[in-house]
């Protein structure tokens, strides 16, 4: 039934999943929409000054945070598009997350404490992957910027760890299901 969701290697050996590219198609061009509201906000500053508290400086540095954001989040978009990576691999190692916008790179089986998928039916699904030792995850993390989002996830979900389904270029059942096979044949390896 998975077959045309997944690629495999190997059954045994390596499970790559896609990732969805129709969403990072939707995701780049709102990220290029809101590049351009930033710029027209940058430049068009004058325009704005009673609408955001009379001040020139606010309109502009809204207008360059717009700019800097969606245009980090295209840049990694892009990546994620013309690139030749996988948004998840699964293998004996563990799991390998680049789909989630602080990914987490690699999770190994034997740091993996429970892979949770909420059964509640909302816009943007997760799966939540609970580790031994969250901080390692969060402080092996370069960017300030990464290492502040995935404290943010270890605040309100527990775990640093959070791959957003969507991005995926599969659906949650079979993900779970291949998920819990994997954890149960290597957990102890």
Known sequence: MFESFFSFQNLT?????????????????????????????????????????????????????????????????????IGNSHALIIDKKGIVDNASGVSAG????????????????????????????????????RNIVSKLFMKANYKFYGTPITIPIKMLGCDSASLEKNLSEYFSKYYNT
């Open 106 to 141: 690699l999770v190994e089986w034997k740091d993996i404490t429970e892979t949770f998928l909420p059964s509640i039916d909302t816009s943007q699904q997760f799966i939540y992957i609970h580790v031994k030792n969250p901080k390692h995850y969060i402080e092996r993390k």
């Open 13 to 81: 050996d390596k499970l790559k999943i896609p990732f969805n590219k129709k969403r990072i198609l939707i995701l780049l061009l709102c990220s290029f929409l809101f590049i351009l509201a930033g710029l027209w906000l940058f430049i068009e500053s004058e325009r704005f000054v009673n609408t955001f508290q009379n001040s020139i400086i606010i309109t502009k540095l809204v207008g360059s945070i717009s700019v800097l954001f969606f245009g980090l989040a295209f840049v990694s978009m892009l990546k994620k598009l």
